[in-house]
């Protein structure tokens, strides 16, 4: 999978009971799906990226990012949909996404300008039980700050394949980002983040945050 070869970006949003709690969100029952433009994209190749710097803090959210091989049909399972995986930053500007969820807008404005979706290069999805078996992880500056397992999500990937495709429709080249575990945070002007899957650094970026 290539990021020019993307149909659809869906996000789940507060699928880690502790992401949802150091944001004193309720923990969801069902899953709850944002989108992000293609635009929004960009792979982690060691490059500079601009981002929002006058409205609020920016926070970094890790997530895996699962790719679709073949359109969604009934009966089928995650290791016969997904093709390869990526481990992605969701960007967002907490205190736009605050405002907006007091007014009951749409998270757009929050999620979906550019250079909030970072991706690492796409490789190959070995699996669910292989997925389980090892830890995403986040770096700023070299510390860890966010690690996490899709063993701990609220909803399992089957679920959330379920629920986009019969809710959306899900096809060959969408995307979808999973959701966040705790530890999410601020970024700053010339921070660098790693991106890292079993504690092996995949991509990293440079943010600088513009006036």
């Known amino acids: 999978m290539k990021i020019s070869d993307v149909k659809n970006v869906y996000c ?4 880690y009971v502790a992401h949802a709690n150091e944001l004193g969100n309720k923990v969801p029952t ?20 601009l981002l929002p710097g006058g409205r609020g ?3 970094y959210e890790v997530e895996v990012v699962i790719s679709l091989a073949r359109a969604y049909e009934d009966g ?20 736009v996404q605050s405002s907006l969820k007091e007014t009951g807008q749409p998270w757009l404005p929050a999620k979906g300008f550019l250079n909030s979706g970072v991706l690492t290069p796409f490789f190959p999805f070995a699996g669910v039980a292989d997925c389980k078996a ?6 700023q500056n070299g510390n860890e700050v966010q690690r996490g397992n899709i063993s701990n999500m609220i909803f399992d990937l ?5 629920f986009v495709a019969h809710n959306y429709g899900l096809g060959a080249g969408d995307i979808i980002y ?15 983040l790693t991106i890292l899957w079993n504690n092996r650094p995949l991509g990293d970026i440079t943010v600088e945050l513009d006036a």
């Open 12 to 15: 789940v949003g507060r699928n």
């Open 30 to 49: 069902r899953p709850m799906l944002f989108l992000k433009p293609t635009h929004a994209l960009v792979e982690a190749e060691g490059q500079t990226i």
């Open 57 to 59: 803090p920016v926070h």
């Open 76 to 95: 089928l399972t995650v290791d016969d949909l997904i093709d390869s995986m990526a481990i992605g930053i969701d960007f967002t500007l907490r205190d």
């Open 134 to 139: 090892k830890d995403f992880s986040l770096r």
């Open 158 to 162: 089957q679920t959330i394949l379920r």
């Open 178 to 192: 999973t959701g966040t575990p705790a530890g999410v945070g601020s970024v700053a002007s010339g921070d660098v």
